[in-house]
């Protein structure tokens, strides 16, 4: 990249961040008498401060002056001049590839042929000689609007772009605190565990997570946070990190639970909430010891067939901060599995409206009673995305798995 370009390339970048009002208007014409003139018939506007002008004598000079005002976004500008002439400064000013920098010719009234090739190379409009002060205010206003809603289109674009770029930050974020490593427990033998998430969008507010308590009890969540994108994401960060926390001291399924509520509860804004499945798994016996808040029932796959867990009652968390939440328990026996999800997964649509559903779910569980939960866990979302092909996936979908296989 030669001097020049890398100076407009600077002059580019900078105009990207400069206010909406800060243009300046550059005159490039070879009459000395040129720019007394000007300053004379827009006297007022120059006070005022409503024009801000930069003069030259020929398109180096003019070149000169952009890369030392990056501000400049109109240049206007004769044909006919020494060293080098507007078309040819039209051609290098191209090559900015800015739409912010509006060109204005002016050129004699009979010199149409260049008039016309200076529009073909990109200029914004055209003024004759001799010139019309009265007709010239009213192209540089014109101009100048173009050039204000043009920038405020590029600011605008680029806090999308900001905004685009936390997202994924975000994303990894999220990404990056729920588990992803399996077997995450490579010591331990007497059960497996499987786990993934699909957002919706760039962040979502499904979660799952998994940890040893000690070395006989595993402590296992999967959550749905109300709402979708950055406050949910938000929140599920939040309810994940609580309850890790407070599971991960040794306390019951329905304490921590209660805990965690408390404190959401506290923290809660915008009417958000979330609802839970956390279950603690003596990995010795096969009892689990859980607590619904409000959240899907999971089933438990056996040889004999498939069942729901039976509901304890609880309401979603970050509600109501008394809530009395109650437990319940089962026991796997080896081989069994257990399977989690958010109805990310019933609730997926076709292109029909029709939702995939309990059946179609139930359906797809007892004909991999005999799958490992891994096989399980990839199936399920196949067959939804498959479901839901040609509809944009409109709620996140997250699906845990643990098989059980007794004592090592």
């Known amino acids: 990249m030669d001097k020049f370009s890398k100076a407009l390339l600077r002059h580019y970048l900078i105009l990207k961040m400069s206010n909406l009002e800060n243009i300046k208007i550059l005159v490039v014409d070879d009459e000395i008498d040129l720019e007394p003139l000007v300053r004379q018939k827009f006297r007022k506007q ?8 930069v003069f030259a004598f020929n398109g180096v000079e003019a070149l000169k002056k952009i890369i030392e005002f990056p501000e400049i976004g109109i240049v206007l500008s004769d044909i006919n001049m020494p060293e080098m002439d507007g078309l040819t400064l039209l051609t290098r000013l191209r090559e900015l590839q800015n739409p912010a920098l509006k060109t204005v010719i002016v050129s004699a009234y009979g010199d149409m042929e260049n008039i016309r090739t ?10 004759t000689k001799p010139v ?10 014109k101009t100048l609007e173009e050039i204000r809603l043009i920038r405020k289109s590029m600011d605008e674009h680029n806090q999308l772009i900001s905004i685009q770029e936390d997202l994924n930050i975000a994303r990894e974020i999220q990404q990056a605190i729920l588990p992803k490593i399996f077997p995450p427990f490579p010591g331990i033998r007497q059960f497996d565990i499987y786990a993934s998430m699909e ?4 962040v979502g507010g499904d979660f799952y997570d998994f940890f040893m308590i000690d070395e006989h009890r595993l402590g296992f969540v999967i959550g749905d946070v109300s709402g979708k994108g950055v406050p949910a994401a938000i929140f599920m960060a939040v309810s994940r990190t609580l309850i890790r926390a407070t599971g991960i001291q040794g306390v019951s399924a329905v304490d921590c639970i209660k805990s965690v509520n408390r404190l959401l509860c506290l923290e809660s804004v915008s009417s958000m909430f979330v609802t839970v499945f956390y279950g603690i798994l003596d990995v010795s016996t096969g009892k689990v010891d859980y607590v619904n808040a409000g959240h899907n029932p999971p089933y438990i796959i056996t040889p004999e067939g498939i069942r729901k867990v039976e509901m304890t009652g609880g309401i979603v ?7 009395e939440y109650q437990s319940k328990s089962f026991v796997l026996n080896p081989g069994d599995y257990f ?14 409206e029709d939702l995939f559903g309990d059946e179609r779910l139930e359906g797809l569980l007892k004909k991999r009673i005999d799958t490992s939960i891994v096989e399980v866990v990839k199936d399920t979302f196949e067959a939804v995305n498959e479901f839901s092909t040609g509809v944009p996936q409109s709620d996140d979908i997250t699906i845990l798995s643990l098989s059980y296989h007794g004592k090592a």
């Open 46 to 53: 120059i006070r005022s401060g409503t024009y801000d002008f």
């Open 199 to 202: 957002a919706a969008k760039s």
């Open 339 to 352: 399977f989690l999800f958010t109805d990310g997964v019933t609730e997926a649509f076709n292109d029909k």
């Open 132 to 141: 019309n002060f009265d007709d010239l205010e009213i192209t540089i206003n």
């Open 317 to 323: 968390l970050g509600v109501f901060d008394d809530f």
């Open 118 to 127: 200076a529009m073909n190379r990109g200029a914004f409009d055209f003024i």
